[in-house]
T-cell receptor, first 113, second 114 residues
Framework: AQTVTQSQPEMSVQEAETVTLSCTYD???????LFWYKQPPSRQMILVIR??????QNATENRFSVNFQKAAKSFSLKISDSQLGDTAMYFC??????????FGEGTQLTVNP | NAGVTQTPKFRILKIGQSMTLQCTQD?????MYWYRQDPGMGLKLIYY???????DKGEVPNGYNVSRSTTEDFPLRLELAAPSQTSVYFC?????????????FGDGTRLSIL
């Protein structure tokens, strides 16, 4: 069974600074997909970024980028130029088929003015 | 474009009561999912469906039932509500295909069992 671990229950960052959220996972599969989802206080689940395991290049979406270390089974999320609207719970998620997701327990990120 | 619509948004049930959480999507997605999110936790998969007439258990299926008679609808049934089922329930849908197809989530149903 796959597991996803987010070891930082809470983090905070000053507006305009950079923050990195950690995620590790455990799997015996060779091909899989990784995701970061954002859940603001509105409770919506919003896809932030995704990565295919066979791609060595790290995914980037505007201010969001990942550091994917396949050998270490690590998938961290970097948020640059943090904005107040980035305040949310962030979930790392794993899928072997692109369909069923296994989620981590989340990291609550607070961006301070 | 409505996306994934869940009803109701809030509900309070008494122990032993039954109810159905409704989920419908208008994106013609073939995959649909039900998750529950307990306070301070990540989402756990209850049931999923790969198409009309096909359903399968996820990680935490006990106490729930589902059906998928159409592509659009995927209702979740609680037969005998228990306090342990107090949670926020999310429905999601996605396409199949090559690569990581993102799941589109509804806004959730907050359910309290008293």
């Amino acid at each position: 069974a796959q597991t996803v671990t987010q070891s930082q229950p809470e983090m905070s960052v000053q507006e305009a600074e950079t923050v990195t959220l950690s995620c590790t996972y455990d799997t015996s599969e060779n091909n899989y997909y990784l995701f970061w989802y954002k859940q603001p206080p509105s409770r919506q689940m919003i896809l932030v970024i995704r990565q295919e395991a066979y791609k060595q290049q790290n995914a980037t979406e505007n201010r969001f980028s990942v550091n994917f270390q396949k050998a270490a089974k690590s998938f961290s999320l970097k948020i640059s130029d943090s904005q107040l609207g980035d305040t949310a719970m962030y979930f790392c998620a794993f899928s072997t088929s692109g369909s069923r997701l296994t989620f981590g327990e989340g990291t609550q990120l607070t961006v301070n003015p | 474009n409505a996306g994934v619509t869940q009803t109701p948004k809030f509900r309070i049930l008494k122990i032993g009561q039954s109810m159905t959480l409704q989920c419908t999507q208008d994106m013609n997605h073939n995959y649909m999912y039900w998750y529950r999110q307990d306070p301070g936790m990540g989402l756990k998969l209850i049931y999923y469906s790969v198409g009309a007439g096909i359903t399968d258990k996820g990680e935490v299926p006990n106490g729930y039932n589902v059906s998928r008679s159409t592509t659009e609808d995927f209702p979740l049934r609680l037969e005998l509500a228990a306090p342990s089922q107090t949670s926020v329930y999310f429905c999601a849908s996605s396409f199949t295909g090559v690569g990581p197809q993102p799941q589109h989530f509804g806004d959730g149903t907050r359910l309290s069992i008293l």
